[in-house]
């Protein structure tokens, strides 16, 4: 060993010889050195470990170019493991280049373009055939209302004894000074309205479950069976006063969707007849109520529905027509009027029960 030069040992704790310069070709290791030296992964004739640097290939982009990343994008300890030695450094990622697929801006507003062509269509292909069935110039008039219409006809629904006049208010045109149809609810408390119905209908399914659930036989399927029923008496009632304007010959644009605002008024009086009931209200003092809120909703209808049946051709605008304007004609038509106001005790309960 002292043959040779350069070699130097230093004994260690436990035997353990330090050399420290690396030992000739010829001489062997310590047999605990030899074992660590197999199990180590960079082992000659052991090939890539599971946990080494990919090769530069694995780096490479798809699509032929791409752009370094630098920093945080490197492989941590690839520089510590190249400085020893053992692995050489990666080469930088390539991110995609989205340029050679082909997409590109003009392609993207190409695509923009014919995406708002075809749903410019296909609006205006469901304008057509919906607006044939389904009156939407109609249906905004009866939702365009506001907070006082709103107050105000909930109290002339409840209390109609003393409102005048009942006539519906016309739009005149500023140019001509024609009329141009009735206004809009905000506008006229008189005008027929969907946004009330609806919400009436609403709250009287959801008091129908309070006052289910309060007496223990609450059942998720009631909702569906009082919808049901609402939706039903709403349809009848309609089909009732359509069928009867038919046979007295009175048409009106728009007709169908006021007939379909008067019929659901009666909801109101019904959810006053579901609070009551749900405060204690029994025996006399619920006919009282129920008496009252019939003969409102009754006198309601007859002064409402006066200008379907029974219009002003001097008032009415040009969208109404009405045949037959024979004294005999006129009082079939009263008789109608009073009968709409009779069933509409009816309806309030069989919706009530």
Partial sequence: MNEHVGMQQQQQPGGYMRYTSPPPPHQQLPPHLQQQQNSSPY????????????????????????????????????????????????PPMMVPNLSAWGVNDATAQMGMQLGQSALAAGQNYMEKNVAAFVPVSSLKHQFNVSNAYVLQKLRLLLFPWRHKPWSRQVRRSDTTGQNEGFKPPREDINSPDLYIPSMAIVTYILLCALYAGLQKRFNPEMLGIMSSKAFGVILFDFLVVWIGCYLLAIQGQGQIVDLFAYSGYKFEGVVVLLLGRLIGLQGILYGVLFAYVWFANGFFMIRSLRYVVLPDLTQSPSNVSVANSQPSQRSARRNFLFIIAFTQGLYIWILSV
């Fill in 43 to 90: 082992a000659p004739g052991r090939g890539q470990p599971a946990y080494s640097v990919p090769p530069p290939q694995a780096y490479q982009s798809f699509s032929g170019g791409g752009v370094p990343l630098q920093g945080s994008m490197a492989v941590p300890g690839a520089a510590g493991l190249a400085g020893q030695g053992h692995v050489p450094p990666p």
